[in-house]
């Protein structure tokens, strides 16, 4: 059975940073590899959103407008760990984050659509403060 583990949320003050990880199991080390893995994220009251989207074996990555230039995904192959570095915090990141994958041959690319992830963590809380 496959698990996604997110841990690293917290509070935090505007301009403060932070570091998500998400620990996977029950993956071989090849699943993880031609995964597809990406951060989401919801705030109260919205809509869950597409953070930024890894490609197999950390190919190549993507990140919504929102976070280009203050939020890093990487990809540990050997731990089968994701991560995200949140730095420049501002209030707007506050939310609930989620770590998500599917396989890359279900659609040969890695997309921020949230329907097309299966496999989802239980979320990580993070809080930034003005």
């Known amino acids: 059975q496959v698990q996604l583990v997110e841990s690293g949320g917290g509070s935090v003050e505007a301009g403060g940073s932070l570091r998500l990880s998400c620990a996977v199991s029950?993956?071989?080390?090849?699943?993880?590899?031609?995964?597809?893995m990406g951060w989401f994220r919801q705030a109260p009251g919205k809509e869950r959103e597409g953070v930024a989207i890894?490609?197999?074996?950390?190919?190549?990555?993507g990140y919504a407008d929102a976070v280009k230039g203050r939020f890093t995904i990487s990809q540990d192959n050997a731990k089968k760990t994701l991560y995200l570095q949140l730095n420049s915090l501002k209030p707007e990141d506050t939310a609930m984050y989620y770590c998500?994958?599917?396989?890359?041959?279900?659609?040969?690319?890695?997309?921020?659509?949230?329907?097309?992830?299966?496999?989802w963590g239980q979320g990580t809380q993070v809080t930034v403060s003005s």
């Open positions: 890894i490609s197999p074996a950390g190919g190549t990555s």
């Open positions: 998500a994958a599917y396989p890359y041959l279900k659609y040969g690319q890695c997309i921020f659509r949230a329907s097309a992830y299966d496999v």
């Open positions: 029950g993956y071989t080390s090849s699943t993880f590899r031609e995964s597809c």
